[in-house]
């Protein structure tokens, strides 16, 4: 049975502006695809930035469009990332980023398939940032990073995703029928632009 956690759309217009990548994971080795990441999430970027064109004479439309760009390329590798990171490697299944573009609202989704205990550990993470104020719960994993270089900061990227972009985010957990031990995982943020 499908979960949904936080601000998950269902229902996506298939009319819309939409991008869809996939990535195979067993293709090239974890580094490299880690590498590549950026270059996909550049290029997601600079592709939805082709809808919002520069007038030279208008310099608002170029803050703009710059702010898009940087906007979307650091989720979007976040997105990837936590995708990448997370993706079961027992799995064949690919490791998907895709973009909607509605009026000037932007809508990033990463898919991967994770097991089962990492979906769980997931869970809780969404707990957490659903049931804590945004700001307390940043500036508690700010404090905590500058206590421990290592602290890896277990939803910090989505805390940064919410705090600094003003992005709603959500979730939606769901059981692979051919998988008994595996989930596919998808993440939403929606961010307007």
């Known amino acids: 049975m499908s979960q949904i956690f936080g601000d998950f759309r269902q229902d996506l217009p298939e009319s819309e502006q939409c991008l869809m990548i996939s990535f ?7 580094q490299q695809r880690w590498c590549n990441n950026g270059l996909s999430a550049d290029f997601v970027a600079n592709y939805l930035a082709t809808f ?10 170029l803050k703009r469009q710059a702010h898009l760009k940087s906007t979307v390329s650091y989720i979007a590798n ?7 990171k997370f993706h079961d490697e027992n799995t064949t299944a690919s490791i998907q980023l895709g973009t909607y573009l509605i009026q000037n609202l932007v809508i990033l989704l990463a898919t991967n398939c ?6 769980n550990q997931l869970e ?9 104020e945004p700001e307390e719960l940043y500036i508690q994993h700010l404090e ?3 206590e421990d270089e290592n602290y890896l900061g277990s ?39």
Not at 124 to 132: C, Q, R, Y
């Open 24 to 30: 195979s994971p067993c293709s090239v080795p974890l």
């Open 52 to 61: 919002f064109p520069c007038n030279k004479d208008d310099p608002n439309s």
């Open 78 to 84: 976040e997105l990837l990332e936590n995708a990448t």
């Open 114 to 119: 994770s097991s089962i205990r990492v979906a």
């Open 124 to 132: 809780l993470v969404i707990e957490k940032l659903i049931n804590s």
């Open 144 to 146: 905590m990073l500058a």
């Open 155 to 193: 939803g910090l990227g989505f805390l940064t995703i919410i705090h600094d972009y003003f992005a709603k985010i959500g979730w939606k957990i769901e059981p692979l029928p051919s998988e008994v031990n595996l989930v596919r995982v998808t993440t939403m943020v929606q961010v307007r632009v």
